[in-house]
């Protein structure tokens, strides 16, 4: 970070906010200003919902088929046992997205198998990637990471992995932000998302990195307000947002609302 004060302000805090930046960072502050409040204002992250950990699970089932000596039937049962460790307040709703890993990995698993095999980390880690974003008008820049999903060096080629109950016509702002991100830190890659249903997969390269103006933006409102408030007045002010993000997880409301 560099000319940041009000983030440097919660960073030196040590209350959740990290010296670096991500596309879940600020995609979190554009949309819900309170669950950031809570993640890097008081370090307490929401907990994954069944649709995200139904997505973590086809994830590792997918490179575990795609690099392992494995069968699909033998990954898809690696990514339903991994499921099933998961435990969910809403047993219907873990059910429901349990439906769909077999099919969605079977479409995953049918438009990349025909590209190799992915460069993997050991231990399952995921290849990072860095850069500065940098506002030249109010001389400022910020340390931007991010994770890789699946990198194909030979083909130039980087692929993150989208599960969805709904294909949808047009990347979310918050995917095209995250897609610019990539491309910004590997220029010399092309970075396409795959979006795969239990019914059909499908490609998406929606945006460009003119995008980032849109961020720096956001970024000169976050900082302005790590400057303007401290975590707990920032949580005594602003209303909750009860979205999706608080399903299942009470004590996240009665902490944020708690006067």
Known sequence: MYNLNGLDKWIEMKCGLQPHLSASNINTFKDN???????????????????????????????????????LAQATQRALDLYDEYKHWD???????????APILNNAYEALVDYGIPDVLPDGKQHMIEFDLVDTDNNWSADIIGYLDLVYPDQGLI???????????????????????????????????????????????????????EAKVLVNKMNNFCFSFTPNQARLCIPLVDDYRFNGQPHLREFYNAI
């Open 159 to 213: 692929v993150d992995l989208k599960t969805t109950l709904r294909m949808p016509s047009e990347m979310s702002w918050a995917h095209k932000l995250q897609r610019a991100i990539y491309q910004a830190g590997k220029d010399n890659y092309t970075v396409k998302f795959l979006y795969v249903t239990k019914n059909k997969a499908e490609f998406k390269e929606d945006g460009d990195k003119s995008i980032l103006e």
């Open 91 to 101: 047993v219907d709703e873990h059910n429901k997205q349990k439906e769909v890993i």
């Open 33 to 71: 200003l309170s669950m950031w409040i809570l993640k890097y204002g008081f370090n307490m992250a929401q907990s994954g919902s069944p649709a995200m950990d139904r997505g973590t699970a086809i994830e590792q089932g997918l490179v575990t088929v795609l690099t392992e000596n494995l069968t």
